[in-house]
């Protein structure tokens, strides 16, 4: 079965600082990789996705991920946090019929 | 901007009460999920739907019935709720079948058993 790890609980960076959010998968054949983010109180939000094609991939709100399959990552990054980032962010990887999401990576963004 | 909707946000019940969340969309998608969370862990799917009359049980074993009678309504039941339901729910819908697709969710609801 496929699986996905978010080796990073929590997070804390300051405004205007580089992020990067990683993220593992364990899947044999090319996943479909996605990144998901969650206010509080609020549903997911998709952020990016990817499936095939260039490794590095373009999502909303200023993130990118890049793919690398020789590291089985799918990490998220983005150059200035801004303090509306402050947010959890989920990995998910698809198998077959459903998303297998990870444990989620909290963010917290201080003035 | 999604168009996923689901009610009540917060429920607060004691043991033994039957309850509905409700879920609803207005996409027009074919294809509805609904995920358990817990804190600190990560979403686990329950049940899902391919379209009307259809439904399926997730990954994780759980004691609650959805029903898909319309396209854009996928309720979710608890026949007698425990203290161990307690969590939040979270649906979600799809225009496509498959697991590739974007997934559009709601704000969850967060229910407490007494």
């Known amino acids: 079965a496929q699986s996905v790890t978010q080796p990073d609980i929590h997070i804390t960076v300051s405004e205007g600082a580089s992020l990067e959010l990683r993220c593992n998968y364990s899947?044999?054949?090319?996943?479909?990789l996605f990144w998901y983010v969650q206010s509080p109180g609020q549903g997911l939000q998709l952020l990016l996705k990817?499936?095939?094609?260039?490794?590095l991939v373009q999502g909303i709100k200023g993130f990118e991920a890049e793919f690398k399959r020789s590291q089985s990552s799918f990490n998220l990054r983005k150059p200035s946090v801004h303090w509306s980032d402050a947010a959890e962010y989920f990995c998910a990887v698809s198998e077959a019929d459903k998303l297998i999401f990870g444990t989620g990576t909290r963010l917290q963004v201080f003035p | 901007e999604a168009d996923i909707y689901q009610t009540p946000r917060y429920l607060v019940i004691g043991t033994g009460k039957k309850i509905t969340l409700e879920c609803s969309q207005t996409m027009g998608h074919d294809k509805m999920y609904w995920y358990q969370q817990d804190p600190g862990m990560e979403l686990h799917l329950i049940h899902y739907?391919?379209?009307?009359?259809?439904?399926e049980k997730g990954d994780l074993s759980s004691e609650s019935t959805v029903s898909r009678i319309r396209t854009e309504h996928f309720p979710l039941t608890l026949e007698s709720a425990r203290p161990s339901h307690t969590s939040q729910y979270l649906c979600a819908s799809s225009r496509d079948k498959d697991f590739t697709d974007t997934q559009y969710f709601g704000p969850g609801t967060r229910l407490t058993v007494l």
């Open positions: 899947y044999g054949a090319t996943p479909y």
């Open positions: 739907s391919y379209g009307v009359n259809s439904t």
């Open positions: 990817y499936f095939s094609g260039d490794t």
